[in-house]
């Protein structure tokens, strides 16, 4: 069969992806590839590591699941061939969805497999040997230990959020499922921060790998963020105020417990809002529903507590807002990137108490910049945090261009602490990522001409051997 280069996307013909693939990205509506995906294909379509510094809203979901799709495509086998491990049941899902896109062309399956609910559907879908695995770590243990998966197969492995399973008490779990694989595989490690937990996960599992970092410790430059200074107690009328504003589309707001999460919930609903909670007592089909109906739009505030910080991916959210202030810097530039994707414009705002100060404080070292204070009328009669003058509300919103006026850049403090000393840097050196790769060899790629990986023209390398199941 030779390339059918008609539905090639032109921003995406010099990576050198399989003309099915090309399709899917086609009709996924990207025009260009994302910073993270140019950065990144390349290198693990040539086999290599990869460690990626990013959070989610970046694309990294396309970095990492075209180089698997394609190399499933070159070596067809019986899976699973790849593993994908995600923290939450929500990210998975969604994991799952976009693969499933990108390979709508192809015949490859994917199934998806994480606890609170029966595990049958999952069973069946594991007996379909599919190409590639989805996993939340507690079920995929569980099925390991009932002799449902085995994982001798797998030659390329993706640990998405990485940070985050370690938060979640999950690097036990990896380790078990990492000592059931094979030594010869490629391994793509995906983190939006680096803990010196996860800085040893990376030392231990990959293999002079390509780095991509992007600034994630600071909030996308689609995402115009505010602190309001309010009441404690004046929080609800607050939301309901700024639920109001111009520009209102939808919302997601962040409470501290779950408890909070649906009576807010309740409150928002009874004053006439379509409300609803997303918080960790619900069951999987309740948290199901939720995200299904805020994405279908039969809800407009989504109240939910960190379980939903990370990862989801849901369009035209145009505000996210705290009211309860984040517990750490990297939940609020989680919590607020749940904004502002796929280039929209978002807002974030936070109800900050005088008791959140100390809070502030880090999250501002972190992201090396002040967020800006608003005062909205008739709220703002207790001092911000620390005392700085609040701008008002209504004459900020008609100036143009503060957004990125407050000197975002990564600062120098965070950058270095994320530098592993023996990992090569890729974005600032495309030459590294030609070195030797360490996918299997069976699926290991010879360098590529250019230092961008790909031939140019979006034809396969004549070197590459391909068997066809599609
Ligand atoms: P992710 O970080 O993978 O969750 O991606 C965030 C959002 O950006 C998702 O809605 C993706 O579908 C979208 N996206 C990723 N890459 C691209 C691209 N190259 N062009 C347009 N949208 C993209």
Redesign the pocket.
Known sequence: MSPDHSETVPGFAHFDLHPLLHRGIAD???????PI?EQTIPAALEGRDILGLAQ???????AFALPVLDSILAEPADGPIALVVAPTRELAN?ISA?IRAFARHTKIQVATVFGGVSQKSQVSALRKRPEILVACPGRLLDLMNQGIVRLDTVEMLVLDEADHMFDMGFLPDIRRILAALPEDRQNLLWSATMPREIRRLADDLLHEPHVVELNHSQPIDTIEHALLPVDGQRKVELLEHVLREDGFVSAIVFTRTKHRAKRLARQLDSAGHKAIALQGNMSQNQRERALDGFRDRKFDVLVATDIAAR?L?I?QVSHVINFDMPITPDAYTHRIGRTG??ERQGRAYTFVTPEDKALVRAVEKRIGSEIPRQSIEGFSKTPSPDQAQAEPFDSRRQRQGSRNGNGRGESSSSRSNRSGGRWQRSAASPASSRSAGTRPASRRRQPAASAGGGSGDGSRRPSQPRTRRD
């Open positions: 996924a509506g990207y025009v260009e590839p994302r995906q989610t809203g970046t694309g990294k979901t396309a969604q976009d990862g991916d369009e994707r796929a």
